[in-house]
């Protein structure tokens, strides 16, 4: 007799980063019914903040935050029976645990609290060839969490996983899949993605997020998204009643094309391929996630491997009026002047125009320039740094004065980096709520990871009167880091779009629309299925790189710089655009 399979598994997010909003904790717990809570704390950039926490006491390490709100909310926890799973843990997972079961005391509750990790892998960073970072973290997958869950925890605390992880783990768990249900672990893997981020599955940093509110949705507080999951991997995303955002096409689309490489999304668990999704709007605030392909995973695990960058002074000068340019290019000649024999290991200048130099108040007629150093001692890149543009006040252009006064050096950025070492090499370990602890062994089937052909584009547009007008009229996008490159995902909203998206919009006329693209590696990805491409752009944000130098050192605001560029456009789209 065949079994029946389970119900559906609602899986719901409360955090998308270490920052993210309080209350949503309360919120999912609250909302409406659910299985199970997840919560994302761990970016890139977040590995080396906790890096710097374990620098100034090694009892840290992990996300205060989510004590915080377990604090709040442990109780409700325990009372509604929902299960709580977390990468809150950084790099001292063990720690948090140690916490959350002083803090179960304090409230008279016993939650039954396990442990993922093995993943921090800095006490091997030579034997491994992963040189001398601050940080160095496997992204481990989601069968410990699963094995956890089968022990019957309440929550589950990891250090490194992958974000999708932490909904896969419950998955498996709930419907019992194995190492050979690929398309099952994919189609989560591919849920856990699109809800992972939080509010950007239900309409925050979404690229029509004025077609929304036309339509009278609320985007003031968007809900957290939450996915029914099946027992063959597909998925609903949908949000709890009675919250704002929406869950449509679009919104999910917009976070699957977020922070990807190409259509093969590796894991450690399965390579899941995005150019199978199929997306369908089923009602209201429901997106169903079906078709998804999966394929065994890469035999290595990406290591996640951050460094402190020494010591960063800036300065800014402030130029009004005329000869602007030239008065910045005289300052810039006497502080490199002054700073002979003592020039910081990194000195960059970067000038902004005035909005316009004959304006009517003075703010509007002012130009910058603006003095980064950066060096491995803060005494170089500090006050003695400022003080050099200060002596400068009354021999320099005409009209000078700083924006600022000196001020003591502070710590810089971090350099983010990969590498990959064998899974087998990786101790992923589980600490069972009775104590006890086990490993977690590596997929026994594994596959190289290698780019797939492009896919047969649609039949191009035929000619029609164009109209120069920005892209983004007819065009959505979303971009983001991963370490030193950046990835800048574009979709249609319909089909006539799609045909004129494949052909208009290609590497090529990226880094004619984006010129600080133009020395780069750029590769571009066709998802057919999703009317969508995406852009790999290697290097864009290397240190150094005039983007990491910038106000967008995360290239979060990339894809709508490309959608602010005017492009001949097609007519009949801009119309279609207006419809929508």
Same mark, same amino acid.
């Given at each position: 007799?065949?079994?029946?399979?389970?119900?559906?598994?609602?899986?719901?997010?409360?955090?998308?980063?270490?920052?993210?909003?309080?209350?949503?904790?309360?919120?999912?717990?609250?909302?409406?019914?659910?299985?199970?809570?997840?919560?994302?704390?761990?970016?890139?950039?977040?590995?080396?903040?906790?890096?710097?926490?374990?620098?100034?006491?090694?009892?840290?390490?992990?996300?205060?935050?989510?004590?915080?709100?377990?604090?709040?909310?442990?109780?409700?926890?325990?009372?509604?029976?929902?299960?709580?799973?977390?990468?809150?843990?950084?790099?001292?997972?063990?720690?948090?645990?140690?916490?959350?079961?002083?803090?179960?005391?304090?409230?008279?509750?016993?939650?039954?609290?396990?442990?993922?990790?093995?993943?921090?892998?800095?006490?091997?960073?030579?034997?491994?060839?992963?040189?001398?970072?601050?940080?160095?973290?496997?992204?481990?997958?989601?069968?410990?969490?699963?094995?956890?869950?089968?022990?019957?925890?309440?929550?589950?605390?990891?250090?490194?996983?992958?974000?999708?992880?932490?909904?896969?783990?419950?998955?498996?768990?709930?419907?019992?899949?194995?190492?050979?249900?690929?398309?099952?672990?994919?189609?989560?893997?591919?849920?856990?993605?699109?809800?992972?981020?939080?509010?950007?599955?239900?309409?925050?940093?979404?690229?029509?997020?004025?077609?929304?509110?036309?339509?009278?949705?609320?985007?003031?507080?968007?809900?957290?998204?939450?996915?029914?999951?099946?027992?063959?991997?597909?998925?609903?995303?949908?949000?709890?009643?009675?919250?704002?955002?929406?869950?449509?096409?679009?919104?999910?689309?917009?976070?699957?094309?977020?922070?990807? #490489? !190409?259509?093969?999304? *590796?894991? @450690?668990?399965?390579? $899941? =391929?995005? &150019?199978? /999704?199929?997306?369908? %709007?089923?009602?209201?605030?429901?997106?169903?996630?079906?078709?998804?392909?999966?394929?065994?995973?890469?035999?290595?695990?990406?290591?996640?491997?951050?460094?402190?960058?020494?010591?960063?002074?800036?300065?800014?000068?402030?130029?009004?009026?005329?000869?602007?340019?030239?008065?910045?290019?005289?300052?810039?000649?006497?502080?490199?002047?002054?700073?002979?024999?003592?020039?910081?290991?990194?000195?960059?200048?970067?000038?902004?125009?005035?909005?316009?130099?004959?304006?009517?108040?003075?703010?509007?007629?002012?130009?910058?320039?603006?003095?980064?150093?950066?060096?491995?001692?803060?005494?170089?890149?500090?006050?003695?740094?400022?003080?050099?543009?200060?002596?400068?006040?009354?021999?320099?252009? #005409? !009209?000078?004065?700083? *924006?600022? @006064?000196?001020?003591? $050096? =502070?710590? &810089?950025? /971090?350099?983010?980096? %990969?590498?990959?070492?064998?899974?087998?090499?990786?101790?992923?370990?589980?600490?069972?709520?009775?104590?006890?602890?086990?490993?977690?062994?590596?997929?026994?089937?594994?596959?190289?990871?290698?780019?797939?052909?492009?896919?047969?584009?649609?039949?191009?547009?035929?000619?029609?009167?164009?109209?120069?007008?920005?892209?983004?009229?007819?065009?959505?996008?979303?971009?983001?880091?991963?370490?030193?490159?950046?990835?800048?995902?574009?979709?249609?909203?319909?089909?006539?779009?799609?045909?004129?998206?494949?052909?208009?919009?290609?590497?090529?006329?990226?880094?004619?629309?984006?010129?600080?693209?133009?020395?780069?590696?750029?590769?571009?990805?066709?998802?057919?299925?999703?009317?969508?491409?995406?852009?790999?752009?290697?290097?864009?944000?290397?240190?150094?790189?005039? =983007?990491?130098?910038?106000?967008?050192?995360?290239?979060?605001?990339?894809?709508?710089?490309?959608?602010?560029?005017?492009?001949?456009?097609?007519?009949?789209?801009?119309?279609?655009?207006?419809?929508?």
């Amino acid at each position: 007799m065949t079994a029946t399979p389970a119900p559906p598994l609602r899986v719901g997010n409360a955090s998308g980063f270490y920052g993210d909003r309080f209350s949503a904790v309360r919120d999912m717990l609250t909302g409406g019914p659910l299985d199970v809570l997840t919560g994302d704390y761990l970016a890139e950039l977040t590995m080396a903040i906790l890096g710097r926490d374990q620098l100034a006491d090694p009892g840290r390490g992990y996300a205060r935050t989510f004590l915080s709100q377990m604090r709040e909310c442990l109780s409700l926890v325990m009372e509604r029976r929902i299960r709580v799973v977390a990468n809150a843990g950084g790099l001292n997972p063990r720690g948090l645990a140690d916490r959350l079961t002083e803090l179960a005391d304090q409230c008279d509750l016993a939650p039954r609290i396990a442990v993922v990790t093995g993943d921090d892998l800095l006490h091997r960073a030579e034997e491994l060839n992963l040189g001398t970072p601050l940080t160095a973290n496997a992204y481990l997958g989601a069968f410990g969490i699963a094995a956890c869950l089968d022990a019957g925890a309440d929550i589950v605390v990891t250090g490194r996983v992958t974000d999708a992880s932490l909904t896969v783990g419950p998955a498996i768990s709930h419907h019992g899949w194995t190492r050979d249900d690929l398309d099952a672990l994919a189609g989560a893997t591919v849920a856990g993605h699109v809800i992972e981020c939080g509010a950007q599955a239900t309409g925050g940093n979404y690229a029509f997020a004025a077609d929304l509110l036309r339509q009278g949705r609320d985007l003031d507080r968007p809900g957290f998204p939450l996915a029914e999951i099946h027992a063959d991997g597909g998925a609903v995303i949908t949000k709890h009643p009675g919250f704002g955002g929406a869950v449509t096409t679009g919104t999910v689309t917009a976070q699957l094309v977020y922070e990807i #490489a !190409g259509p093969r999304y *590796a894991g @450690p668990d399965v390579t $899941a =391929r995005l &150019d199978t /999704v199929r997306l369908d %709007q089923q009602g209201p605030d429901r997106v169903r996630v079906s078709g998804v392909r999966g394929e065994a995973p890469p035999p290595d695990l990406k290591v996640g491997l951050t460094s402190l960058t020494g010591f960063r002074g800036e300065v800014e000068f402030l130029i009004t009026g005329l000869d602007a340019q030239d008065k910045a290019r005289h300052a810039e000649r006497q502080m490199r002047a002054a700073l002979a024999g003592r020039r910081p290991g990194e000195l960059h200048f970067e000038f902004t125009p005035a909005r316009d130099p004959h304006a009517a108040d003075q703010d509007s007629a002012t130009a910058r320039l603006r003095v980064v150093a950066r060096d491995h001692d803060p005494a170089t890149v500090g006050r003695s740094f400022g003080a050099t543009a200060v002596e400068l006040a009354l021999a320099s252009y #005409a !009209g000078f004065h700083l *924006a600022a @006064p000196p001020r003591d $050096a =502070r710590p &810089d950025g /971090v350099a983010i980096t %990969q590498a990959l070492v064998p899974a087998a090499e990786v101790e992923h370990t589980v600490i069972l709520p009775d104590g006890d602890s086990a490993l977690i062994p590596p997929p026994d089937r594994t596959r190289a990871l290698l780019d797939l052909p492009e896919p047969p584009l649609p039949e191009p547009l035929p000619p029609h009167p164009v109209r120069l007008a920005p892209l983004g009229l007819v065009l959505g996008a979303r971009s983001g880091d991963k370490g030193a490159d950046a990835n800048v995902g574009v979709w249609a909203r319909t089909d006539p779009g799609w045909r004129w998206l494949a052909h208009e919009l290609t590497a090529d006329r990226l880094r004619e629309l984006l010129p600080e693209t133009a020395d780069l590696k750029i590769t571009r990805h066709a998802l057919p299925n999703l009317r969508a491409v995406n852009f790999w752009i290697e290097g864009l944000l290397a240190p150094g790189a005039p =983007r990491r130098e910038g106000p967008d050192p995360q290239a979060k605001g990339l894809g709508e710089w490309l959608r602010a560029r005017r492009v001949p456009i097609p007519r009949p789209l801009l119309e279609e655009g207006d419809a929508l």
